[in-house]
């Protein structure tokens, strides 16, 4: 090639690539969801201070909450606090045991604090009193209560949902137990919210589960994982970890809400869930 030639073929090599290089950037996209944040981030906080605690999640940025504990506040009075703080709280927590034992009460209460999904984050042993892990004839047992459930709470025109953490990524007799609840709940009835932290600290892409049946999540815990000294995950602020949300939102599309949570600080809790609103907010897809 001569030199004459040479240049020429850099010159538009150069060009070329810069002409990807802005198309890359023209279609990267933010996260098209209002930003939400899981309360647990802040259950230091509530008990002592509702109001004040809501009004900084709210000028952190975050529009949209999940309630996980209610502590000894009313529905009415949940309900002032964020109407108050200018927040919407769309769903709330209740183990599969409260579920079934009292569905009416934490049905009404989800409906006075204007939430759209029950979710339950913890599933249940089929003999009553034991205690330790689940074993697969448990998860079976709870995706069976899982669909009495979700009929109920449909019926009273709500989406019911499960919450995984990491055991529901084990295995007995070559059979995982998340996949388990997924194959045997009735997709009219009982929908799921994808911890995206902990199945990626179960070695799991959750963007696979979330391509494969995308419809069957629409709800999403946003959280970031760092690993411990003694092997065990811990959670940190977002992009601080080894959690990459960009293929996993990609996927995500049928998700309809998402909560930011950090569960563990090595700082100010506020200057933390800020840090992750940021995260979230300049977050390219």
Same mark, same amino acid.
């Given at each position: 090639m001569s030199l004459a030639s040479r240049r020429t073929f850099l010159k538009t090599a150069g060009a070329a690539a810069a002409v990807a290089a802005g198309a890359g950037k023209l279609s990267a996209?933010?996260?098209?969801?209002?930003?939400?944040?899981?309360?647990?981030?802040?259950?230091?906080m509530l008990p002592t201070d509702?109001?004040?605690?809501?009004?900084?999640?709210?000028?952190?940025g975050y529009l949209e909450v999940e309630a996980a504990q209610y502590y000894s506040y009313s529905a009415a009075r949940w309900r002032k606090a964020f109407d108050d703080a200018g927040?919407?709280?769309?769903?709330?927590?209740?183990?599969l045991q409260d579920m079934l034992d009292k569905p009416?009460?934490?049905?009404?209460?989800?409906?006075?604090?204007?939430?759209?999904?029950?979710?339950?984050? $913890?599933? $249940?042993?089929r003999k009553a009193g034991v205690k330790g892990p689940l074993n697969l004839d448990d998860w079976r047992y709870s995706a069976e209560k899982m669909n009495v459930v979700g009929e109920k709470v449909k019926s009273a025109g709500l989406i019911y949902c499960y919450h995984?953490?990491?055991? &529901?990524?084990?295995?007995e007799d070559g059979v995982m137990f998340y996949d388990e609840l997924l194959r045997l709940t009735d997709p009219k009835l009982v929908s799921f919210e994808l911890d995206c932290g902990w199945v990626a600290s179960a070695g799991i892409d959750p963007a696979v589960y979330l391509s494969k049946s995308p419809e069957r999540f629409p709800l999403l815990?946003?959280?970031?994982?760092?690993?411990?000294?003694?092997? &065990?995950?811990?959670?940190?602020i977002l992009g601080k970890g080894v959690v990459?949300?960009?293929?996993?939102?990609?996927?995500a599309t049928g998700?309809?809400?998402?909560?930011?949570?950090?569960? &563990?600080?090595?700082?100010?809790?506020? &200057?933390?869930?800020?840090q992750d609103a940021e995260y979230m907010r300049n977050l390219q897809l």
């Open positions: 996209k933010p996260f098209h969801l209002p930003l939400g944040l899981e309360l647990y981030s802040v259950r230091a509702l109001d004040g605690t809501l009004a900084k999640v709210r000028a952190a927040v919407k709280c769309i769903s709330g927590h209740w183990v009416e009460e934490h049905i009404e209460f989800a409906h006075r604090l204007g939430m759209k999904y029950l979710v339950s984050p $913890a599933a $249940a042993h995984n953490h990491n055991p &529901e990524f084990g295995k815990h946003v959280k970031d994982m760092v690993k411990g000294d003694n092997g &065990e995950y811990h959670s940190c990459d949300y960009r293929p996993i939102l990609r996927a998700s309809k809400h998402y909560y930011v949570e950090q569960e &563990e600080f090595d700082i100010d809790i506020m &200057e933390s869930l800020r």
